[in-house]
């Protein structure tokens, strides 16, 4: 089961913190730190694969990394898990990002984090693993695209409303609004 995914630039700084089981904020940036200083310090010609810091289990654990540019993607996951799956769940995640956000950076992290959460949660939800067919995963992020599309036009229906009504020039309407001829007050008999 998959216990945590962290994804952090270079520096450390967290870009996703997606964890499966409960911890206390606190005790999450920890293991972000302890995670970071863990995989940050191993060389590229190295293994991917290495034990979990005290913080996140232990021996019992492992983290299971992929470094790509500027960016750690770390899984945290038990012992049951295949690193070599889990490796390839990285490789697909970041796949997907990356023709989602065409050349997936480190600002799409940060300014598209609710596609990037939502393009996580395809791929596992709960610390399992639903998917890892890139087609199927992308046709679900562009029929999700589709329906906020719609959603938009809905919601967007009040805005154009208000903004034909300023466009309506109404005081030069009352103005030009043709009353028939009243009899004056004067003129009439009592």
């Not at 991917?48 to 810091?53: D, I, K, S």
């Not at 492992?62 to 770390?74: D, E, G, M, N, P």
């Not at 999700?144 to 719609?150: I, M, R, V, Y």
Request: with cysteine.
């Amino acid at each position: 089961m998959i216990k945590a995914i962290l994804v952090f630039n270079n520096h450390g700084k967290p870009r996703l913190m997606k964890f499966y089981q409960y911890y206390p904020e606190d005790l999450q940036q920890q293991i972000v730190r302890e995670t970071f200083h863990l995989v940050s310090k191993r060389d590229d010609n190295v293994c991917n694969f290495l034990e979990g810091g005290t913080l996140i289990g232990g021996s019992d654990y492992k983290l299971i990394y992929r470094h790509y540019a500027t960016l750690y993607f770390v899984f945290c996951v038990d012992s049951c898990e295949s690193e070599l799956g889990i490796l390839d769940l990285i490789q697909v995640f970041v796949e997907t990002l990356d023709k989602c956000f065409e050349n997936v950076c480190e600002l799409d992290l940060i300014f598209h984090m609710d596609k990037v959460h939502y393009i996580l949660a395809e791929l596992v939800m709960g610390g399992m693993v639903l998917e890892t067919n890139m087609t199927e995963i992308i046709t679900r992020i562009e029929e999700q695209a589709k329906l906020e599309k719609q959603e938009a036009g809905i919601s967007a229906a009040p805005a154009r409303a208000v903004s034909a009504v300023k466009e309506m020039n109404i005081p030069q309407k009352i103005k030009d609004i043709k009353l028939p001829d009243l009899p004056s007050i004067g003129n009439l008999k009592f």
